[in-house]
C-alpha cells in the first residue's frame, strides 16, 4: 500500500511537472478563435497608385454613416500590372460603406474612387470588383477639382484648358500670362505657384473671378494642390 501510494503521488507530481512546463502551443493550435465583423475582398486594376506624395493612402476602407473618417483602412498594394487582390477582415457593423478611396494621414476621406452601399447587406463576406481605375494624385486633383470647380470656365478650347489630358501641360512650368514673371506650376514650390496662391489668397481681387471667393474648396482638397505641387506635379 505503501509502494502504491507512493508510486501514485510521484505520478502526480509528474504530471503536475508537465502542466507546469507546457507553453500551451498546443492547446493554441487546437483553439478556434472566431474573427469579429465581416470580409471583405477586393478584386480591381489600379492606375497610379505610385503616384501620390508622402502622408495619403489609396486604401480600402470602411465608414460610419455620415462620418469621412475610415473605421478601418487597409493598404492598397498592386502587382506590377495594376492588379489588387486584398482582403480585410474585422469590418464591424458601424460600417455602411465600403470605399477604395485616398485618405490623409488622420485618416480622413480625400477622394472616393468606388463605393459600396453595404449598411442592408448581411452576408459575412463581401466581395467588391471595382473594374480599372485610375487613382494617381494628379488624376484625383482633375476628377475631385478641375473637372467640378473649374472646367465651366476653363473647359476644352478656352483660355487655360483645364481639361482632362489637357491640363497638366497647360499648368506646370507654364509663365503666367496675368501675373508677370511667375509660373502657373511651379514643381516642388506651392507658395510660388499661381495655381495655389490664387485661390488661396486676395491675388485675383482685381480680376474678373475672384478666384479665392467663388470657389469653396475643402482644406483637403487645398491640401491636395499643395502637396501635389510641393511633392514635384507629377502626371
Known amino acids: 500500500m505503501k509502494h502504491f501510494a507512493s508510486t501514485t503521488a510521484g505520478l502526480l507530481a509528474l504530471l503536475a511537472l508537465?502542466?507546469?512546463?507546457?507553453?500551451?502551443?498546443?492547446?493554441?493550435?487546437?483553439?478556434?478563435?472566431?474573427?469579429?465583423?465581416?470580409?471583405?475582398?477586393?478584386?480591381?486594376?489600379?492606375?497610379g497608385l505610385d503616384t501620390w506624395a508622402d502622408g495619403y493612402s489609396v486604401v480600402l476602407a470602411g465608414f460610419g454613416e455620415g462620418s469621412d473618417y475610415a473605421v478601418i483602412?487597409?493598404?492598397?498594394?498592386?502587382?506590377?500590372?495594376?492588379?489588387?487582390?486584398?482582403?480585410?477582415?474585422g469590418v464591424a457593423e458601424e460600417v455602411t460603406t465600403l470605399e477604395v478611396c485616398a485618405i490623409n494621414r488622420i485618416r480622413k476621406r480625400v477622394a472616393t474612387y468606388y463605393e459600396l452601399d453595404c449598411s442592408t447587406l448581411s452576408d459575412d463576406t463581401l466581395r467588391i470588383d471595382a473594374g480599372r481605375l485610375d487613382v494617381g494624385m494628379f488624376a484625383t486633383i482633375q476628377q475631385v477639382i478641375f473637372d467640378r470647380t473649374c472646367t465651366g470656365c476653363h473647359g476644352e478650347g478656352r483660355w487655360l484648358d483645364l481639361s482632362a489630358g489637357a491640363s497638366?501641360?497647360?499648368?506646370?512650368?507654364?509663365?503666367?500670362?496675368?501675373?508677370?514673371g511667375r509660373t502657373l506650376v511651379l514643381p516642388g514650390h506651392a507658395a510660388e505657384s499661381v495655381l495655389y496662391t490664387i485661390l488661396t489668397t486676395d491675388e485675383s481681387a482685381g480680376l474678373a473671378t475672384d478666384h479665392q471667393t467663388q470657389f469653396t474648396l475643402s482644406d483637403e482638397q487645398f491640401a491636395l494642390i499643395e502637396d501635389w505641387?510641393?511633392?514635384?506635379?507629377?502626371?
Request: charged fraction near 25%; proline fraction near 3%.
Open 18 to 47: 508537465a502542466a507546469s512546463c507546457d507553453d500551451g502551443r498546443l492547446y493554441a493550435d487546437r483553439l478556434i478563435l472566431p474573427e469579429e465583423g465581416r470580409v471583405v475582398r477586393l478584386t480591381a486594376t489600379l492606375d
Open 73 to 89: 483602412a487597409k493598404s492598397v498594394q498592386a502587382a506590377d500590372d495594376g492588379t489588387v487582390d486584398i482582403t480585410m477582415s
Open 168 to 180: 497638366h501641360a497647360t499648368l506646370v512650368g507654364q509663365p503666367s500670362t496675368v501675373f508677370e
Open 229 to 235: 505641387i510641393d511633392g514635384g506635379a507629377g502626371e
